[in-house]
Nanobody, 115 residues
Framework: QVQLVESGGGLVEAGGSLRLSCVASGSITSFNAMGWYRQAPGEQRELVARVTSGGSTKYADSVKGRFTISRDYAKNTVYLQMNSLKPEDTAVYYC?????????WGQGTQVTVSS
């Protein structure tokens, strides 16, 4: 059973930065893709950033140039560096990992950006 544990969320002022971490219970090299999604109250869950096993990345238009996804294979960890945060970035952020037909999700971490 794969477990994904997020950390790093919190309250930050607009313009500030946060780094989210997602630690997997096993080697992340086994995943076809990993990424971060977010869900604001009353909204659908949306893709924020994703990286494939080959290293290709995809970002939501709203975060391009501000967020960066990265991996540390030695630590089985995926990061989301978030800079120049805006109030509209406020949401619960979920770590995602995909391996063939299986999807795995973390429990989520709250990010709140005050204006």
């Amino acid at each position: 059973q794969v477990q994904l544990v997020e950390s790093g969320g919190g309250l930050v002022e607009a313009g500030g930065s946060l780094r989210l971490s997602c630690v997997a219970s096993g080697s992340i090299t086994s995943f076809n893709a990993m990424g971060w999604y977010r869900q604001a109250p009353g909204e659908q869950r949306e893709l924020v950033a994703r990286v494939t096993s080959g290293g290709s990345t995809k970002y939501a238009d709203s975060v391009k140039g501000r967020f960066t996804i990265s991996r540390d294979y030695a630590k089985n960890t995926v990061y989301l560096q978030m800079n120049s945060l805006k109030p509209e970035d406020t949401a619960v952020y979920y770590c995602y990992a995909g391996r063939w037909a299986s999807d795995y999700w973390g429990q989520g971490t709250q990010v709140t950006v005050s204006s």
